[in-house]
């Protein structure tokens, strides 16, 4: 199934790369590579489950594992596997301005942070404060509007364009 930005709503984080689109269903089963990604006979919602509780010896190995959509955003891979055991291939289709900032004000929470940007009314919210080095914060900006917050940076950098 390929998705695209406006799809990607209906994946369920933690995805796991996947090194090529070639995977095959049989009774159940997911293959890639004649090795099992997914046993579907097993019970439990995620896929992890499903991986422990299968008999079938060889397993094909999940190694890089993407936890948010932000992640997803920053890779060049393009097949994908999602925590319900749903394959996929991310279509990169719309393009965005990638812009940094300074980072003004650094909001310590109980289990987050606000991070406060110049040229920027709202704060987002990050899982921890970047380094105290990182003065300056790149935002991807969609359709002329703040989005994400996409890396951090010791200095300001040009202008540019991610495609998303």
Same mark, same amino acid.
């Given at each position: 199934? #390929? /998705? ?9 984080? &933690? /995805?796991? $790369?996947?090194?090529?689109? *070639?995977?095959?269903? !049989? *009774?159940?089963?997911? +293959?890639?590579?004649?090795?099992? $990604? ?49 394959? +996929? ?13 300074? /980072? ?5 929470? *109980? ?9 920027? !009314?709202? &704060? +987002?919210? #990050? ?8 003065? +300056?914060?790149? #935002? ?5 509007? &703040?989005? /994400?917050?996409?890396?951090?940076? *010791? ?8 495609? $998303?």
């Amino acid at each position: 199934m #390929v /998705i695209t930005l406006k799809d990607v709503r209906n994946v369920e984080f &933690p /995805i796991y $790369v996947l090194p090529h689109e *070639d995977w095959s269903f !049989s *009774d159940g089963l997911m +293959f890639m590579d004649g090795k099992v $990604v997914d046993d579907r006979n097993m019970k439990g919602d995620t896929l992890g489950v499903r991986r422990l509780q299968t008999s079938y010896p060889s397993m094909f190995p999940l190694k890089r594992q993407i936890d948010s959509f932000n992640g997803l955003l920053k890779q060049s891979q393009k097949t994908f596997i999602d925590s319900k055991g749903r394959p +996929f291939i991310y279509e990169k289709s719309t393009w965005c301005s990638l812009q940094y900032s300074r /980072i003004k004000k650094k909001e310590l929470r *109980d289990e987050y942070c606000l991070l406060w940007l110049e040229n920027t !009314s709202s &704060p +987002f919210s #990050v899982p921890r404060p970047p380094e105290a080095t990182m003065a +300056f914060a790149g #935002v991807l900006y969609l359709s002329g509007l &703040p989005w /994400i917050l996409y890396e951090y940076s *010791d200095s300001r950098k040009k202008k540019t364009r991610r495609k $998303v």
